[in-house]
């Protein structure tokens, strides 16, 4: 059993920066490739950025493509989100996810292991 919990969020100016982390335990880290997740009230839980476990390349979002970086520490099981330039539209709810081998995908049903979720707020 993997088991995730997400740390970081906060409320932070528009321009402003944050950095969010997913803390793993259970199983081996290196194997699973991570992304984060977020949701906004009333709509729907959408992508932000993945990270592969073979390669360390990451995918991101159109939206917040230049402004996000994701990465991992395979020696503290961590991946982080660095969030920079943020705008009132990134105010969600923002969870990491895990899957076993594969690659990070788009898609939150390819995911496995989710984390409870961390609140970012981006006032305007």
């Known amino acids: 059993q993997v088991l995730l919990v997400e740390s970081g969020g906060g409320l932070v100016e528009a321009g402003g920066s944050l950095r969010v982390a997913c803390a793993a335990s259970?199983?081996?880290?290196?194997?699973?490739?991570m992304a984060w997740f977020r949701q906004a009230p009333g709509k729907e839980r959408e992508f932000v950025a993945g990270?592969?476990?073979?390669?360390?390349?990451?995918d991101y979002a159109d939206s917040v493509e230049g402004r996000f970086t994701i990465s991992r520490d395979n020696a503290k099981n961590t991946v982080y989100l660095e969030m920079n330039g943020l705008l009132p539209e990134d105010t969600a709810v923002y969870y990491c996810?895990?899957?076993?081998?594969?690659?990070?995908?788009?898609?939150?049903?390819?995911?496995?292991?989710w984390g409870q979720g961390t609140q970012v707020t981006v006032s305007s």
């Open positions: 996810a895990a899957r076993i081998f594969g690659r990070a995908y788009r898609t939150a049903t390819e995911y496995s292991y």
């Open positions: 259970g199983g081996s880290f290196r194997t699973y490739s």
């Open positions: 990270i592969n476990w073979r390669s360390g390349s990451a």
